[in-house]
């Protein structure tokens, strides 16, 4: 991940104003320590901090068309860029960056390619004819984008909310999905698919063409010109990225400059429940494996760091994000840029515990949605954030554009939850790579029930951060919680421990208005409360506040999934070495 910086129409060219966007921007070096750029025209600046994945040697940003009137900051990968410059033949380039098809495009398209981007990104663009500009986020929001406005009239584009808070008069997260346009004056969707208007898909399930999407999906991101692993806990998701990652890794230039072997990484507490499953996986597809222990007092020395990076008090994500923050840093010192991870699956297919209690197929798609739609504040911004704190790029293939496209069009009915049919949390997925021919992975790990990341790193985690709030915050700072912290009133020692601590990184209204608030159990969304009674009295985001479900086990017979109108063995024939390109 890069950092990227703008200051639009601010009215001041001067020295000192340079120097201050330089200033701002150097709050975002962490994501981007190979290189620093700055771009100047009149009263219009945009800098950028580079970590460079695609052509370290030219790649630098900002990135320019022919004749240097167009000129971009990107932060991102643009997996489909080699199409993209094969379509534009008159067209010529700089650099072999992804990123700098962008440029062109606007050229070719004007305001109207973005959808055409096949990719994780947030850019900026600044058309010096006419001084107009467009801003853009990827269609999930897997990397962080902020905008923010002046007194002086100035519009500001933020990476991280480090790099405009302190200069604007109100700020905000740019939303997913969108473009913004100086000639329009504001925001418009250019994200429209149809999963969107949360409208119940009709399409039956087939678990090979789910399979090939995903496949395509982790193919498309072994994209690098740099070292890169996997992040692997050994839960369903992050096993599936290193699966496939291992199968067709050998038929890439990766390989060819890095080696076929594939490094994996896990972080956890001494005995922990990922630490355990993540070395059996990592033992079955060979891969070089690094595993990384940490102690509960270590997590919470780290607290203050990882709150001021990721940018969020939310409890849930800060939970996550320390774990996450300690393990990226121990992976860039092995020298590794780029993981992959397996954020996204549980939002697109239902996997939280809580999805067991959905009344029906409706209800369970119109969650889903919703779940999707709040990722670039949960999930999205901890993978992204936590990561970019060390100069590490974290790239998601179960947020890939067209895997979602597959996924949220499948009737909801087969992603429902019916243990008496065999079907656990995202038994579609499952049953897509089970695969008795050439195995992807062992049953027991293909069918292991969901951990939320906070827990499976070591139950102890959780229960010893809020031990360690309870030390922090009195009962009587719980009682005036509602008079200090009006907006998102915390409502646990442990909400209000990691609210005191962003207040003082972030003190302005609109960087707490940043933050999502809402009951949750096991990570559902307010609405989803509803499904069961029971919740409103036992409201934590742990994965183990499912009652009844989390502390159920599964019958053993139940690993051996029933067919369900589904053959019983899925065989694809598919060739298992396919070439990824990079320049």
């Known amino acids: 991940m890069c950092g990227i910086l703008a200051v639009l129409g601010c009215s001041d060219d001067s020295q000192a104003k340079r120097v201050r966007v330089l200033e701002l921007s150097r709050r975002l070096k962490h994501r981007g320590p190979d290189w620093s750029g700055i771009y100047q025209h009149g009263d219009c600046y945009l800098a950028h ?50 990123c700098d098809v ?70 905000e997260s740019f939303p997913p999905g ?57 839960g369903l998701d992050s096993s599936l990225v290193a699966a496939i990652t291992a199968r067709h890794l ?36 060979g891969t070089v494996h690094h595993e990384f222990h940490f102690t509960v007092q270590d997590g919470i020395d780290a607290i203050e760091d990882v709150i001021y990076h990721i940018e969020t008090y939310d409890v849930t994500t800060v939970r996550a994000s320390t774990p996450m923050f300690l393990m990226s840093r121990k992976i860039k010192s092995l020298g590794v840029k780029m ?102 992975l062992p049953k027991h790990i293909l069918y292991r029930q969901k951990e939320q990341f906070s827990d499976g790193v070591g139950y102890s985690w959780i229960d010893g951060l809020k031990a360690h709030a309870s030390q922090h915050v009195t009962d009587k700072m719980m009682l005036n919680a509602s008079h200090i912290f009006p907006h998102n009133t915390p409502t646990s020692k442990e909400a209000y421990y990691y609210r005191m601590i962003f207040e003082r990184f972030f003190p302005q209204n609109s960087a707490r208005l940043t933050v999502p608030g809402g009951a949750s159990i096991a990570c559902s969304t307010a609405k989803a409360i509803e499904w069961d009674s029971s919740w409103s009295n036992n409201l934590d985001p742990s994965g183990r506040a499912a009652l009844g479900v989390h502390l159920s086990a599964y019958d053993q017979k139940l690993a051996t999934v029933s067919a369900v109108n589904v053959p019983t063995k899925v065989i694809d024939n598919m060739p298992r070495i396919m070439e990824v390109t990079a320049p």
């Open 49 to 98: 901090q580079r970590l460079a994945i695609i052509d370290p040697a030219s790649g630098d940003q900002p990135l320019y068309n022919e004749d240097q009137a167009i000129v971009v900051t990107v932060n991102g990968e643009i997996y489909n860029h080699e199409e993209l410059r094969k379509s534009l033949p008159n067209h010529k380039f700089r650099t072999g960056s992804d």
């Open 339 to 440: 993981v992959l991870s397996g954020e996204g699956s549980d939002e697109v297919f239902g996997g939280y515990l809580y999805f067991h209690k959905a009344p029906n197929k409706e209800e369970f798609h119109r969650e889903t949605c919703r779940k999707i739609k709040a990722l670039h504040q949960y999930d999205c911004l901890r993978a992204n954030k936590s990561t970019s704190a060390w100069g590490l790029e974290a790239r998601v293939p179960f947020l890939d554009k067209e895997f979602i496209r597959v996924a949220m069009d499948i009737d909801p009915e087969w992603k429902m939850i019916k243990p008496e049919q065999g079907r656990i949390e995202k038994w579609i997925l499952r049953r897509a790579f089970d695969d008795e021919e050439h195995p992807y």
């Open 250 to 285: 050998s038929g890439t230039k990766a390989a060819k400059h890095w080696g076929s072997q594939l490094h994996s990484f896990c972080v956890g507490l001494d005995g922990s429940p990922d630490l355990k499953a993540a070395k059996e996986v990592a033992d079955y597809l």
């Open 102 to 171: 962008i440029a062109h495009l606007y050229e070719e398209y004007g305001e109207d390619f973005v959808d055409m981007l096949d990719g994780m990104f947030s850019f900026v663009l600044l058309d010096t004819h006419d001084n107009s500009f467009i801003v853009a986020r990827d269609a999930i929001g897997i990397t962080s984008l902020y905008i923010g406005w002046g007194l002086d009239g100035s519009v500001w584009i933020s990476s991280e909310l480090k790099g405009l808070n302190d200069d604007c008069e109100h700020f």
């Open 178 to 234: 969108h473009l913004y346009s100086s000639k329009e004056g504001g925001f418009k969707r250019w994200y429209n698919p149809p999963w969107f208007s949360e409208a119940i898909p009709s399409t039956p399930y087939d678990p090979l063409v789910l399979r090939r999407a995903f496949e395509n999906a982790v193919i498309k991101r072994l994209m690098t010109d740099v070292p890169f692993g996997v992040l692997l806990s050994g």
